[in-house]
Structure formats: C-alpha cells, structure tokens
C-alpha cells in the first residue's frame, strides 16, 4: 500500500559521505500509519541485515558496525526517511533497501547500490 523509492546511492571515497533518501507515495492514511522505518543492506554473498530503524515515536537503533557513523531521520512533512552515511568504509559496500511497517503489513524499496571504493 505504500511505495518506496531510495535514492542517494553511488561511489564514494573511503571516509567520505553519503545520503540515501526513501520517498514514500501512497495514502496519507497508509504513510500516517508508518510504525518502524528500517534501512536495510545486503552485500554480494550476504543475507539482507538492518543497519538502522526509526520508530513513530522517534526512538532509533542502529548496527554496531555503524553506530556513530551513521544517522537515520524522517521528515513527515516530505514523506521522506534518510539515512546520513558518514566515514564510510569499503565494507559499507552494499545495496541498500528501505523498509517500512504499519498495522496491515509492511513495504520494500527497490533498493540503491553503495559503493565505497578509493
């Protein structure tokens, strides 16, 4: 019921920057609803895992292989998640998908290729 499209990704330097967006489109009743915003990766090889979550009430959690690089937030106001991707290392490599939850289920992006390659 709600769409997801991520965008941000690309080829960046170790230790330098990205930002990933997840724009949601659908029903302001169904976006309203939103529970838990994950980011997820998968690398070649390796199972998808959360990197970082947000939930309605703004409390996050995050990997710790990531923790204190990387920063999750929402603009309601956008219909927008981001995920902020500083010091970015070589094994921060990975396709990287947004997901959502709200009371009916939840949705997937199509994902966004990141590479950190010098």
């Known amino acids: 019921q709600v769409q997801l499209v991520e965008s941000g990704g690309g080829l960046v330097q170790p230790g330098g920057s990205l930002r990933l967006s997840c724009i949601a489109s659908?029903?302001?009743?169904?976006?309203?609803?939103?529970?838990?915003t994950g980011w997820y990766r998968q690398a070649p090889g390796k199972q998808r895992e959360l990197v970082a979550g947000i939930t309605s009430g703004g409390n996050t959690n995050y990997a710790d292989s990531v923790k204190g690089r990387f920063t999750i937030s929402r603009d309601n106001a956008k219909k927008t998640a981001y995920l902020q991707m500083n010091s970015l290392k070589p094994e921060d490599t990975a396709v990287y998908y947004c997901?959502?939850?709200?009371?009916?289920?939840?949705?997937w992006g199509q994902g966004t290729q990141v590479t950190v390659s010098s």
């Open positions: 997901n959502v939850q709200n009371g009916a289920g939840g949705s």
């Open positions: 659908g029903s302001i009743r169904n976006i309203l609803s939103i529970t838990y």
